[in-house]
């Protein structure tokens, strides 16, 4: 049996408590020397995120003072706090909390195989999605924004906290495991001697917390108040008891001890553990040290509890933000304390320049003392109260005339202080690394919306390096967490995963069994099936070795989503149309499924339906068809689209060779029609001619002026008329051949016999109408003729 991963012993003393109790008091005044200095940055940027941004000296200063020696009360000052650092760094948290961090498990080792790397995915899917309540990745990420580290945890709890079942079984000793954030990163003290940007190579760590006193009594029976007493505080950060507060400390002690195992080689080829015989040839030695992890709930004289923790790293995993290395000693920041001068500065500013405005109107005047002397106490209250009038002697006692009081009408240099408002917003943007662009702050008519995108990737790039620590405290998180799960999971035991669509899933490890035949219900161990055949892929059982092989684990970045549903119908939505047509009726339905709303599950079984035999789902106790069957009929319909993709292709260009053909036939049809029209308006402007010839000879032959001019303006009235008509006759023409060539167009799906019909029918229309334009130009001409005839006449 596997060690399993938390133990808690009985609260009762062992031989070695004392050892353990001044070895931690030991490594606890070391962390506290070594991270004081630290520890005090991270309090002021809380504090000044709090917005306690004013010095406290300043702020007293600030608020005023009474009457002193006959001196009138100092008035307060304007002691603002316009906070600008919130911004920033909402900014980069929101970042890191709307997006999405999957974990994903790789085989890596002989043993391992992909489904055994998916059921650990699913694993840590669901210790991923059952912390979201608590959120302790974001939290230890704000705290590193914050004051540059913070911290989560891995720990493991039993499956079933409550027994009601009426006989005891191995599920009693079930165990799983969880993420858990820590609310106080203060509480963690690491091993200073840790290098590694997630602290991977600590070798002690703390956790501790502050008890009321009778608190600690009702938690822990055993626990002795008198003697943490001589460990009380003394003002520093070292104490384990708080008189004035009541409080006793605490501590959660992590210690990592080596077992050394010694392995020989020798050069006949044999592998021995220990030491080698005397006298035989060695070919190489090796001393292996394997880490123990112990774990201790303590005070400062008394062990309360111990356990053993199954993996070889303390399970205490911190959240960077920015680290720097000081002459070998770990500086560690974040945004705050990079924003609080500029902070200051804002907030100097501000209540500068509402000071210079307030008193703008309220300057000392320049007076004689005598001609104030009775009258003190009111000039000495004139910037505190509105005085109706303010007196003064115009003589003083020897009888000399006193000057006036003169004031300052000076102005008060408001601009100045606009000037210096504006340079410090713009010291917190390149202290936080924070530009207009991604506080939303740039005029978009004054850049275009590439340039902006650009802008703002380039503020969040300067930021990158949050989302990046807390991506690698991630993958050492999966990391302890593959490694604990097989000691901590039986043979047998049903493991609760997360699939792929959020939906929860189980499986049996280190056990042949037979998955669900529907959802809800448990799988079905199968104990009398050998391991060979559940791991043949052409059998329904399965087996899942948790120990066999190594696995590697990553971290990928998205954009966060509610669920991993929502996501999946996204990236289908986006895949869809990119595929070809058989393949996106395929995955249809589970697109449609996916969305959720009101009726999908009908509309998805609808369209599973409508597919064909062979790729429909299964149901419940039907036939799977044979792979080999599935394939022909698979490369049938394959033959099948192809034949009729052939025939529509053939079809096509049938149809676009009747087309052409129309086009030309309609084309040619209308040349000749135009080409008639102007011949006819060619012979009629002729005629006319002639007839206009005729009349003004037979004009000039008559003996009035006056009546052959009448005669020629009727004339030249009938020739326009006859224009306009043969104009409109062409116009007529034109229009029937483009109707003509139109309705060839739109006949294209019937082939080329209804295109000649539509050829056919536009030219009898054509010709109709060219026949009753030459006889409307005909009854024209005679109309011309005949008044010609009258004014002969006449």
Sequence with gaps: MPSYAEQPAATRP?????????????????????????????????????????????????????????????????????????????????????????????????????????????????????????????WAADGAIEGGIGWFRLRTEYVYTNWEKDTLTEELFDQELRMERIANNLTVYGDPSATRPTRSDMLFAFVTEDLYRDEAESRYDAIDLKSIDLFAA??????????????????????????????????????????????????M????????????????????????????????????GEELNI???????????????????????????????????????????????????????????????????????????????????????????????????????????????????????????????ALQAQSDLANSNYPDNVRRALIYAAELMVEIIPKITRPGQIVHIMGMDDEPQQVIAGQPFQPPQAKGQPPTPRPDVSVDVAKDPQTLFKFYDFNAGKYAVTVTVGKATATRQQEGAQALGELIPHLPPEMAAVATPDYVRQLSFPGAQKIAERLEKALPPALQPQQDGQQVPDPQQLQQQVQQLQQQLQQAAQAIQTDQVKAQAGLQQAQIKADA??????????????????????????????????????????????????????????????????????????????????????????????QGQAATDAQAEAQRQHEAQLAAQQQAAQGRQE
């Design 14 to 138: 062992t031989s070695d408590d004392d050892e353990i109790l001044r070895e931690a008091r030991k490594r606890w005044v070391r962390c506290a020397d070594a991270e004081e200095e630290q520890r005090k940055r991270i309090v002021a940027a809380k504090q000044f995120r709090a917005l306690n941004q004013w010095p406290d000296a300043i702020k007293t200063a600030r608020e005023g003072g009474n009457a002193i020696a006959g001196q009138p009360p100092q008035p307060p000052r304007p002691c603002l706090v316009v906070d600008r650092l919130s911004q920033p760094v909402r900014q980069v948290s929101n970042t890191i909390k709307n997006a999405d961090f999957g974990f994903d498990v790789q085989p890596n080792g002989e043993g391992a195989d992909i489904e055994t790397a998916d059921i650990f995915k699913g694993y840590l899917r669901r210790v991923q999605n059952q912390s979201r309540g608590e959120s302790p990745i974001e």
């Design 669 to 762: 049809d209308l040349k000749m029609a135009q080409f008639e029209a102007q011949k006819e308006l060619k012979l009629q402007e002729m005629k006319n001619a002639n007839a206009i010839a005729v009349a003004r000879i037979a004009a000039a032959k008559s003996a009035l002026d006056i009546q052959a001019e009448s005669q020629e303006e009727r004339l030249s009235t009938g020739i326009e008329l006859q224009h306009e008509a043969q104009q409109n006759a062409l116009d007529r023409a034109h229009e029937a051949g483009m109707s003509a060539m139109s309705g060839a167009q739109a006949q294209q799906s019937q082939g080329s016999q209804q295109a000649h019909e539509a050829t056919q029918a536009a």
């Design 327 to 453: 002459d070998g000693k770990p500086l560690l920041r974040g945004i705050i304390e990079l924003g609080m001068d500029a902070q200051r500065m804002v907030n100097y500013a501000y209540s500068g320049a509402i000071e210079i405005f307030a008193l703008g109107s309220k300057k000392a005047p320049m007076v004689p003392g005598a001609a104030v002397q009775n009258y003190r106490q009111i000039w000495q209250t004139r910037n505190i109260y509105n005085h109706s009038y303010l007196p003064y002697d115009v003589w003083d006692e020897d009888g000399r005339q006193l000057p006036p009081p003169t004031l300052d009408t000076s102005e008060a240099p408001i601009q100045a202080a606009v000037e210096v408002m504006r340079v410090s917003e713009d010291a917190i943007k390149a202290s936080t690394s924070t530009g207009d662009a991604s506080l939303g702050n740039t005029n978009p008519n004054e850049r275009s919306g590439k340039a902006l995108q």
């Design 234 to 283: 003394t003002g520093d950060m070292q104490g384990w008891a708080d008189e004035r507060e009541n409080t006793v400390r605490i501590a959660e002690y992590w210690r990592v001890t080596f077992k050394e195992r010694k392995f020989v080689w020798m050069k006949d080829g044999s592998l021995l553990e220990g030491e080698a015989p005397k006298g035989a040839q060695v070919r």
């Design 285 to 320: 030695r090796r001393t292996m040290r394997v880490p123990q992890v112990e774990g201790f709930k303590m005070t400062a004289t008394q062990v309360l509890e111990r356990w053993d923790w199954a993996g070889s790293r303390i399970p205490l995993i911190p959240v960077i």
